[in-house]
Nanobody, 118 residues
Framework: QVQLVESGGGLAQPGGSLRLACETY????????MGWYRQAPGKERELVAT???????DYDVAVKGRFTVSRDHAKATAYLQMNSLKPEDTGVYYC????????????WGQGTQVTVSP
């Protein structure tokens, strides 16, 4: 059974930091592109960052320079380090796994709430 379990969300002040983790179970982690998405209230889900199996990264322009995505193959876990947080970073953050060998194998976590407020 495939599971993606996010953790690390919570409340942070503007300028603060949070680190999200996405533990994966039941997938071949090494052949999955890992992605982080977020959904703010009343808005559509949007892509924040991705990391390829080889470690190549890509970021939305709104978070570039502030967020860092990484992965630990030994732990089958992806991370999102979020620094210099802004109120507009508030939302539910979702982890996504997409197999590079099978386009039908796309999995989502349950989401973790991030709230940035004074």
């Amino acid at each position: 059974q495939v599971q993606l379990v996010e953790s690390g969300g919570g409340l942070a002040q503007p300028g603060g930091s949070l680190r999200l983790a996405c533990e994966t179970y039941g997938i071949i982690f090494s052949i999955n592109v890992m992605g982080w998405y977020r959904q703010a209230p009343g808005k559509e889900r949007e892509l924040v960052a991705t990391i390829s199996p080889g470690g190549g990264t890509d970021y939305d322009v709104a978070v570039k320079g502030r967020f860092t995505v990484s992965r630990d193959h030994a732990k089958a876990t992806a991370y999102l380090q979020m620094n210099s947080l802004k109120p507009e970073d508030t939302g539910v953050y979702y982890c996504n796994a997409r197999s590079v060998r099978d386009i039908d194998k796309v999995y989502w976590g349950q989401g973790t709430q991030v709230t940035v407020s004074p």
